[in-house]
Each structure stands twice: as C-alpha cells, then as structure tokens.
C-alpha cells in the first residue's frame, strides 16, 4: 500500500488521477503538455492553470502584440489562436502559451480601453494623473521611458503629444501620495499600497534615517503637499532641518550632484543651518558644481544655477564656466540672466568669436537664434552657422555626441533650414552653402541629403553647387608577393587542413551517439567553417590578380605610390600598394585601409581625415606623390621558391 501510494504521490501519479476525472479533450490535451514528471511540480501546476485559463473568449495579454482575444483551442494540434487588434488568428502552441501569454485581468488598462473606451478617454483629457496610476497597476513600478513607450505604443497618447501630457500628469502626481515620483527619470515611478502618514511614527523613523538620498526623497514627499511644511510644528521642522544638515555633512566629498540638491532644498525652506555661505563655498571649490551640474536631472539644474548665483561676483564666476558647463547649465544660465545682464552677452560674444566655440552655445545659439538676435555682443549668424558645421562633423562622444546629433537633426529640418535662409543675407547664405559643401566629416549619405535639401529651400544655390566627382574605381590588384602567400594559404587549407578535418569527424564517429558526441560536434562545426573559408578565399583568388603596379601615374594618390603626408606630428611617407599588401614596419598600407581609403583620389595639396579615436578629428594633407621607391619594389617580389 505504501509503495501504490508513492505512486499515486509522483507528478505523473498525479496527472493520471486528473485525467480519471475528466473526459474533456481539451484538458485531457492540457494534461499531457504541462511536463507532469519533467518539470517541478509547482511549475507544471501553474502550466496547467495558465491553459486552463485560455478558454475560448477569454482576453489575454501578450508582451508584443497587447490585448487579445482566445478564438479557438485545437486539443488535436495542441494549439491556442489568438485575436489581436494588430493581429489576427496567430497561433501559439500550447509551451508558447504559457510562456508568452497571461490573462488578462479585468481592471487591466488595455481591458477598460476595450470595455470603457469612453472612462479611459476621459481620464487621459482631464485626469492623465489617475490615467498613469492605472497604467502602473496594470504594468508594475517602471522608469518614465518605458512608462512613455507602454503608452505611446498602445495608442493612448501620440509620441508628439507626449511632454504635454507628462507635463499636466506629474502635476497631478506629485499631489497624490500614493504615488511616488522620482527626481530621476531612471529611477522607477512607484505605487504605495497606502498613502504616506506623517505622524509620530513617521517622524521617529525619520529621525533615525541615516541614508542622504532618503533623508532627501522624505523632506521633498512632505513638502510637496501644499502648507504642510509651512503649518508644521515647530519640533517637526527642527527634526527635519536637523537630518537636512545631517545629509548635508554626509554627501559631503561623497556625492556633489546630491549635496546641491539637498543644500538647494534647504535654503529653499529657509533653514539657517547649515549656512548657505558655505554650501555654495563648498560647490564653487574644486568646481564641483560642473560635476554636480552634469549628473543632476535637467529641471534641477535650474534651481541649482539660482542657488549658486547669489550675487554679482557669482554670476561672474558661473559666466567663466560656461565653456566646461552642460548643456542644461548652460540653457539656463541664458534664460536666467541674457535678458538683463551684459556681461553675460559680452561673455558669451566672447565665446562665440573664439576658433572653437563650446558646443553647448553653439547648439543652443544656432537653434534659437531668432530669440537672441537682438543682442548685439553675438556674433553674426553666419558664423555660428560655421561652428554648427564643424560640430556636426567627426565623431564626438558623451554629451558632445548628444549635441551633435541635436545639431544634425536641426540641419535636416526643413522648416529651420527655411528660417536660417531667411535671416541671412544673400552672400552669406552662399557663404553658409559653401562652407556646408566644402565640410568633409559629415557622414556622406546624410551630407549629399542635407546639400539637395538646402537647394529645394533656397533653390537659386543651385548654381553654387560643386559636383561631386564620382570615386575613381580601382581594379582588385596586389603584389605578386601578397599574391604567392595567399595561395599558399589556400592549398594548405584544400590539401592539409581540410583532410585533417576529415580524419577527425572519422574518428569522433567512434565515441558513440553522434546527437551527444561533442567531439563529433566541434569537428563538424569546424568543418563548416573550413568549406566557408575555402569558398571566400577561392573566389578572391579569382577575382584579384597579382600586379607590379608598372602603370600607376603620380598625378593622383592610387595603388602603386609613394605618398608624403604632412601631419600635425611631422611628414609622413606611405606606400599604397593592393589588397592584400600590409607592412606596419615597413609604411606599406592596403589599399584596403581607412587611411588609404582616405587618402585615394587626392592630389598635391589636397586634405583628408587621419583615422584615430573617438572625438579625436585630425586632418592631414598630401605634400608628395612619387613612384614607389627601389626598398618597396624589392619587398613585392615573389619570394624565391614560392609559385603562383
């Protein structure tokens, strides 16, 4: 009896007493799916529950396609269709199912869409606060880029409406306290099971909390509620005050972006400790407060910029910084003080008027122009337009990368390219046109696009377009050195690595089951990859033939020359030889290479890009093209012994 009822005990003892109580096909078929004996118990019980659950007419949700609707399950096939709005009758079969499908609860926000179309509509139109709470209780706690494109995706609200609604919904949520927003857009937006108390117990846990980043998140949730703090007793502000300057002291060398937001919030609420003096003493050293201003979020900038900029002299000092401060500093430094301050215009007319002005003034400048025309300390527009040129050029990374491409898109918006041609004058949009044209570190695709688009706007440049000659194509050529070793290369590969192989996968066959045989496995993978590497290496064999480069001529840089280059380090000789030559020690470069690729086509005097690291632009020049020289043409020779 013991030994019957182990049995009966076992997963598949356990499917089989299920099966006795039905004749249902369906779950007969659900039974003998869910891994009864291969899987965990629990799992395979959750499996069976989960399809129990798929019924014809039953919503369901998919991570890909949304909500869907169960049309039909084939327990013969064992296979689950499914209707969704964006498609219909796919199929999952029953391991797919569990795996990519749950039910769909009733309060789920894609489920009232479809029920209540008219509640949902109007809770994104009047209350998008309440609208975003039941989004969060449909997907879980999520960062505000997902939270944007779960509903952008879903068609609830159009990606160019986007800021507007998120804008009048924080409103909203930064009153509720069942909802916690972050300060950071990476940090997720979070539901609380209940709403915040702030009584005793509140203020004694307070009291102990240790951890900065609390201390602060837990005086801006109390705060927020409108006169809470201002109708506060006296010994709740003194604690709070007291753990500000606790956190004050402890982000101190540790954190600069949190120590200015927490001596921001302090002075805000009008404690006296610790002083404001030496908060912003503390920013300035060092000049902390770039640091600080790069990693905090872009709305709190602003409140930090207005901290620090107390007086006279600190202003002065935030204007010197401007070349090294973020782009959100530096907006809202502009927008602070352009209007009334001078000296703020002279130092950015200052800045402006330098060889490289800083990105961030010359996005910002470029962009809004129409906005500061009137300050008479800029430049011309046209000669912020040069440097919106040159920074879209190269390659930039970190927050200069951001700017370039906030640059590039502003050149590939017609109606601010239309603006742009507006306001300058006629020699000066022949001027922009042709600097635009002359730049060679655009990308090439989005230059030609870019120069066809400023003519469709301004269509008398037309005559001032330069055209472009078409890239000389060169044959497929390298030396008869190069040439022999590839051969080489590719018989070793036909008569001894290949055969080789073949021996091995002979002999793997040996060790038993071929499906479990890794040995056989890895000879097999190799033999793949050995017949891939003989297709490629016969058909370049064909395709490139060896050469003496006897016909190369010197009026252009081409296969076959010697090239001088004048670098910013010194002159630099190179010979240019075919596809497969390549001597680092010797200068001899592929015609393969970037830096030969670069430099072909080019005459005396003319300048190309020297290949280097990210944000590192450096332009050569070619100073000399001369016939490849006696010590190159004796390294191409076909080595003694070798044949082709």
């Not at 480069?549 to 076959?560: C, D, H, I, K, R």
Request: aromatic letters at 8%; charged letters at 30%.
């Amino acid at each position: 009896k013991q030994a019957e009822l182990g049995k009966a005990l076992r997963p598949t003892g356990i499917r089989d007493a299920l099966k006795k109580t039905t004749d249902d096909r369906t779950i007969l078929s659900f039974l003998d799916s869910v891994g009864f004996g291969a899987a965990p118990l629990d799992k395979a019980l959750g499996a069976l529950e989960k399809l129990v659950g798929f019924q014809p007419g039953a919503r369901v949700l998919n991570g890909t396609w949304g909500l869907g609707l169960v049309k039909r399950v084939d327990y013969f096939y064992k296979r689950i269709t499914v209707d969704f709005k964006t498609k219909k009758g796919h199929q999952f079969t029953y391991a797919a199912a569990i795996d990519m499908l749950q039910r769909a609860p009733e309060n789920h926000v894609l489920v009232l869409a479809q029920a209540d179309p008219a509640r949902v509509e109007g809770l994104l139109k009047e209350h998008p606060g309440e609208f975003v709470k039941l989004v969060l209780s449909s997907y879980g706690d999520m960062p505000l880029a997902r939270l944007e494109s779960t509903i952008v995706s879903n068609g609830f609200v159009k990606a160019v409406n986007w800021k507007a609604f998120w804008d009048k919904a924080r409103q909203e949520l930064r009153r509720d306290r069942l909802v916690e927003v972050p300060a950071r857009r990476t940090d997720p937006l979070r539901l609380r099971q209940s709403a915040e108390e702030y009584g005793d117990n509140w203020l004694t846990a307070f009291a102990h909390e240790t951890d900065p980043k609390l201390i602060l998140a837990a005086v801006r949730a109390f705060a927020a509620q409108e006169n809470r703090f201002k109708a506060a007793p006296e010994d709740v502000k003194n604690k709070i005050g007291e753990r500000l300057a606790f956190a004050v002291t402890a982000a101190r060398l540790v954190d600069d972006a949190l120590y200015a937001r927490l001596a921001c919030l302090a002075t805000q609420l009008g404690y006296a400790t610790p002083r404001a003096e030496e908060m912003r003493e503390y920013l300035w050293q060092r000049k902390r407060f770039i640091k600080a201003a790069a990693e905090l979020p872009a709305r709190e900038v602003g409140q930090m910029i207005r901290f620090l900029a107390n007086d006279d002299a600190s202003k002065a000092r935030l204007y010197a910084a401007i070349p090294d401060l973020c782009y959100a500093a530096v907006d809202e430094i502009v927008k602070a003080f352009g209007a009334e301050d001078a000296n703020l215009r002279a130092a950015i007319g200052t800045c402006m008027r330098a060889p490289a002005a800083p990105a961030t003034l010359t996005t910002l400048l470029a962009g809004r122009y129409q906005t500061y025309q009137g300050w008479t300390e800029l430049p011309s527009y046209a000669t912020i337009l040069s440097h919106a040129i040159a920074l879209g050029e190269g390659r930039q990374s970190g927050e200069a990368l951001r700017l370039q491409n906030m640059v590039r898109r502003l050149f590939a918006d017609t109606k601010w390219l239309s603006g742009v041609f507006d306001m300058l004058s006629p020699a000066d949009r022949v001027l922009f046109f042709e600097r635009f044209q002359a730049s060679i570190a655009w990308d090439p695709s989005t230059h030609h696009a870019l120069v066809v688009r400023m003519t469709h706007v301004c269509p008398e440049l037309e005559r001032h377009l330069v055209k472009a000659e078409k890239k000389r194509e060169y044959a497929r050529e390298t030396s008869y050195r190069s040439y022999a070793f590839k051969k080489a290369e590719y018989l070793k590969l036909i008569n001894e690595d290949m055969p080789a192989n073949v021996k091995r996968i002979e002999f793997a066959k040996g060790f038993g089951d071929l499906s479990e045989n890794a040995e056989y496995q890895y000879a097999k993978d190799e033999q793949r990859a050995l017949m891939q590497k003989q297709t490629l290496m016969q058909a370049d064999l064909e395709a490139v033939k060896p050469s003496d480069f006897a016909s190369a001529e010197t009026s252009e840089v081409m296969p076959g020359v010697e090239v001088v280059v004048e670098t910013p380090a010194g002159d630099k000789t190179y010979a240019i030889l075919g596809e497969w030559d390549n001597d680092i020690e010797k200068n001899i470069l592929s015609m393969k290479t970037q830096l030969a690729q670069n430099m072909l086509g080019k005459k005396v005097g003319d300048k190309f890009e020297l290949p280097g690291a990210e944000n590192d632009r450096r332009l050569a020049s070619v100073k000399e093209i001369r016939p490849l020289g006696a010590a190159v043409r004796e390294w191409m020779r076909l080595p003694a012994g070798m044949q082709i």
